[in-house]
């Protein structure tokens, strides 16, 4: 019987890792031809009269440019670039590096959030204007109450290297690799654990949040893989939900807010926290806004029609 369930599962893996690849690997050719061609540098020159409203030096936008146009790793390097040159307080810190986790490699995971079905337009506002919202409102209250003023410290220096085509061509190709060997460990730990009990445990422990945000049940694992290891993988398992009709629409739709705006809370936030950002900001009020938000909109959607729903939130995903 198990044996039965390895086949299927390995199956379901290569059809959810061949449905990221044709999102990854179109998007990162086309980041990379835009990058050569300086266009990061453009956004952050847009980016900085958006810097001082959130109380950051202009040149700070093309620290968020360079983590929303590729990824936070990218971004981090470009910091401490900065780290000479420009003083950060942590507060300040705490605000850029919030701002970073909640829209950073935009281009592949607004990618994958059409794939399941939302709307670009709205996920690319959302998590934009969120990021923003949230870097504006943290900048607020730590003036308000004068805290986090001292110096940020950088604990994370890499290594400035320039990169050849070869050496990113060379990355892509292990980075998909080991992409779908997660995967595939994730789907047969899921299964595990169906068999084992352990989902109907977790399925219980978050009920009360679930039924709150107004997500079925059903998607309790989606959530968290999203929430703990990243959009990609949470993006892999909701899109073969998706096709197989398991979730509908509005279900979909909320899960897909939910981890654009809150996921990676383990690597993404120690990342942040390694450059000088609080945890208040970077964790706890990132968690938070996303509940929040999820919170509000769960009712909203639920009032308007489905032709408004599907004209301007989202798309049907072909099965």
């Not at 605000?95 to 281009?107: G, K």
């Not at 629409?249 to 807010?257: E, G, P």
């Not at 000088?276 to 769960?298: C, P």
């Amino acid at each position: 019987m198990f044996r039965a369930d390895l086949k299927k599962i390995f199956i379901n893996s290569i059809k959810a890792s061949y449905d990221l690849f044709k999102v990854i690997i179109v998007v990162s050719i086309a980041v990379k031809i835009l990058k050569e061609l300086g266009a990061i540098d453009y956004l952050a020159q847009a980016l900085n009269p958006f810097m001082n409203i959130v109380g950051l030096p202009g040149s700070m936008g093309l620290v968020w440019a360079t983590a929303m146009s590729t990824n936070l790793y990218a971004g981090m390097t470009v910091y401490a670039s900065f780290v000479h040159d420009v003083t950060l307080t942590t507060a300040q810190i705490t605000v850029l590096t919030s701002m970073m986790l909640i829209a950073h490699s935009l281009p592949i995971e607004l990618s994958f959030a059409r794939t399941a079905g939302v709307r670009l337009r709205f996920t690319t506002v959302m998590r934009i204007a969120g990021a923003l919202f949230y870097g504006w409102s943290l900048n607020l209250i730590f003036q308000l109450t004068n805290t986090l003023q001292h110096k940020a410290v950088l604990s994370w220096f890499p290594k400035m290297e320039d990169e050849t085509l070869s050496s990113w061509a060379l990355s892509e190709v292990k980075r998909l690799g080991l992409i779908f060997i997660i995967i595939l460990s994730l789907n047969i730990i899921l299964k595990l654990f169906e068999i084992t009990g352990i989902t109907d445990i977790i399925v219980k422990l978050l009920r009360p949040f679930l039924n709150a945000l107004k997500i079925p049940e059903s998607a309790s694992s989606i959530i968290i893989v999203g929430m703990l290891l990243g959009m990609v993988y949470g993006s892999g398992l909701i899109i073969i939900e998706a096709k197989k009709g398991i979730l509908n629409a509005k279900d979909i739709f909320s899960v897909i807010v939910l981890l654009s705006l809150c996921h990676g809370i383990i690597e993404d936030t120690i990342l942040m926290m390694l450059l000088g950002g609080h945890i208040s900001g970077v964790l706890i009020g990132r968690i938070i806004l996303s509940l929040g938000f999820v919170f509000t909109l769960s009712r909203i959607i639920a009032l308007i029609s489905e032709d408004t729903f599907n004209k301007l939130l989202f798309r049907q995903v072909q099965q």
